[in-house]
């Protein structure tokens, strides 16, 4: 029992702490459960905003209150980038613990802080939530919270990227690829904010979002495909091509073999698939991005 009140006195400090906008105390990597994305909840769900999620396994389903989770790594690790990250699960529910948990404790050892975003789903049975309205406005909310605690939470504020998986990326291309500067005039300081990521990862992506042309001011891009997954693995070799004409770096990664939804790689029995997160930190590294920033 002591040990438990140790717990939840720690857990509750922490919070409180972020709640004060202060970098949470830590010697280790360290879980921030639930950051809500808006204080009274996200526009057109307030009434919702206290009802509970569902949760089995790996999955989460009745998201009406939008949230991050947050992963800071070791303070003598961190290295100032940050990301958000939008799990996959076809807008009827989050694979939350294997394209959210897992992914966000990798970065941290990285020194990277992630975010694991929990959106409002478009397709779960009996969903009144419109992909543009309600999601598009959650992961634009999601980069604006982290972006604007850059400073109490030692984070570069050039530095905050999103990552998405199967549907997640859909959800990520929303953000990278569209208008999304701050609003000076806004009562509320988050969304004074830019909401646009500095770097982008897409793993298996679906093609929602994804433009015609590149913007000029897209972000640089890793992708990462199996090519025996049909429509993920056409959207990675189509953004080869636009990149190319649109002069902005991208990484791309085509498997011979591994199918959809292999998630951090312990999935597949595949040496290729189980080993591709290397792949991504190899290119976090190459561009600087595992470099502690200059403050």
């Given at each position: 029992?002591?040990r438990?009140?140790?717990?939840?006195?720690?857990?509750?400090?922490?919070?409180?702490?972020?709640?004060?906008?202060?970098?949470?105390?830590?010697?280790?990597?360290?879980?921030?459960?639930?950051?809500?994305?808006?204080?009274?909840?996200?526009?057109?769900?307030?009434?919702?905003?206290?009802?509970?999620?569902?949760?089995?396994d790996w999955?989460?389903?009745?998201?009406?209150?939008?949230?991050?989770?947050?992963?800071?790594?070791?303070?003598?690790l961190?290295?100032?980038?940050?990301i958000?990250?939008?799990?996959?699960?076809?807008f009827?529910?989050?694979?939350?613990?294997?394209?959210?948990?897992?992914?966000?404790?990798?970065f941290?050892?990285?020194?990277?802080?992630?975010?694991?975003?929990?959106?409002?789903?478009?397709?779960?049975?009996?969903?009144?939530?419109?992909?543009?309205?309600?999601t598009?406005a959650?992961?634009?909310?999601?980069?604006?919270?982290?972006?604007?605690?850059?400073?109490?939470?030692?984070?570069?504020?050039?530095?905050v990227?999103?990552?998405?998986?199967s549907?997640?990326?859909?959800?990520?291309?929303?953000v990278?690829?569209?208008?999304?500067?701050?609003?000076?005039?806004?009562?509320?300081?988050?969304?004074?904010?830019?909401?646009?990521?500095?770097?982008?990862?897409?793993?298996y992506?679906?093609?929602?979002?994804?433009?015609?042309?590149?913007?000029p001011?897209?972000?640089?891009?890793?992708?990462?495909?199996?090519?025996?997954?049909?429509?993920?693995?056409?959207?990675?070799?189509?953004l080869i091509q636009?990149?190319?004409?649109a002069?902005?770096p991208?990484?791309?990664?085509?498997?011979?073999?591994?199918?959809?939804?292999?998630?951090?790689?312990?999935?597949?029995?595949?040496?290729?698939?189980?080993?591709?997160?290397?792949?991504?930190a190899?290119?976090?590294k190459?561009r600087?991005?595992?470099?502690?920033?200059?403050?």
């Amino acid at each position: 029992m002591r040990r438990l009140n140790s717990l939840v006195a720690g857990l509750a400090s922490t919070l409180l702490e972020l709640a004060c906008g202060k970098e949470p105390s830590r010697t280790e990597t360290s879980t921030l459960k639930l950051i809500p994305l808006w204080q009274h909840g996200a526009p057109g769900s307030e009434a919702r905003r206290d009802e509970p999620e569902k949760a089995k396994d790996w999955w989460v389903k009745n998201v009406h209150n939008p949230s991050l989770t947050a992963f800071f790594p070791a303070r003598g690790l961190a290295n100032g980038t940050a990301i958000v990250i939008a799990p996959g699960g076809g807008f009827r529910e989050l694979v939350f613990e294997p394209e959210g948990v897992a992914p966000a404790k990798y970065f941290a050892k990285l020194g990277v802080a992630a975010f694991a975003l929990k959106y409002r789903l478009t397709r779960e049975e009996g969903s009144s939530y419109d992909l543009e309205k309600h999601t598009g406005a959650d992961v634009r909310r999601a980069m604006r919270v982290v972006r604007s605690h850059a400073g109490e939470w030692g984070l570069d504020p050039n530095r905050v990227g999103i990552m998405g998986w199967s549907a997640g990326g859909e959800v990520a291309s929303m953000v990278a690829y569209r208008p999304s500067p701050g609003d000076p005039g806004s009562d509320d300081p988050i969304e004074r904010v830019a909401a646009k990521p500095n770097f982008q990862i897409l793993i298996y992506p679906g093609s929602y979002a994804i433009p015609d042309v590149v913007p000029p001011d897209a972000p640089p891009t890793f992708a990462l495909a199996a090519s025996d997954d049909e429509g993920p693995a056409a959207v990675v070799s189509d953004l080869i091509q636009k990149y190319r004409q649109a002069r902005i770096p991208l990484e791309a990664h085509l498997f011979a073999e591994g199918g959809h939804g292999f998630n951090m790689g312990d999935r597949s029995a595949l040496a290729s698939i189980q080993n591709w997160p290397q792949r991504m930190a190899d290119w976090l590294k190459d561009r600087g991005l595992l470099t502690r920033a200059k403050r």
